[in-house]
């Protein structure tokens, strides 16, 4: 078992910054790779950033890159979302997600993943 505890959300205004954390406890956190996702209201979860075991392959999604940063620090068991440039579109729940092994193009996909946070609120005024 992982428990996942994301922290860090709140209000920003447009152009604004943020930073996210997700604290990992449990099983050997290094084993597996870390997923943010978020969802708004009204809408499906959407892949947003994903880091493998080591820290060496990273992905985006098309509307964040260039904007969001992730990163994971495996000695503190923690992977960070650093967000620039925050639009009231990225206004959502923001959940990160661990997975076991998988080929890269699942870590954009929710079933990809084993364990789940609670989410943290981050919301974008205009």
């Known amino acids: 078992q992982v428990q996942l505890v994301e922290s860090g959300g709140g209000l920003v205004q447009a152009g604004g910054s943020l930073r996210l954390s997700c604290a990992a406890s449990g099983r050997t956190f290094s084993s597996y790779a870390t997923g943010w996702f978020r969802q708004a209201p009204g809408k499906e979860r959407e892949f947003v950033a994903a880091?493998?075991?080591?820290?060496?392959?990273?992905y985006y999604a098309d509307s964040v890159k260039g904007r969001f940063a992730i990163s994971r620090d495996n000695v503190k068991n923690t992977v960070y979302l650093r967000m620039n440039s925050l639009k009231p579109e990225d206004t959502a729940v923001y959940y990160c997600a661990a997975a076991g092994p998988k080929a890269a193009w699942e870590y954009r996909r929710t079933y990809a993943y084993d364990y789940w946070g609670q989410g943290t609120q981050v919301t974008v005024s205009s």
């Open positions: 880091i493998s075991r080591s820290g060496g392959s990273i």
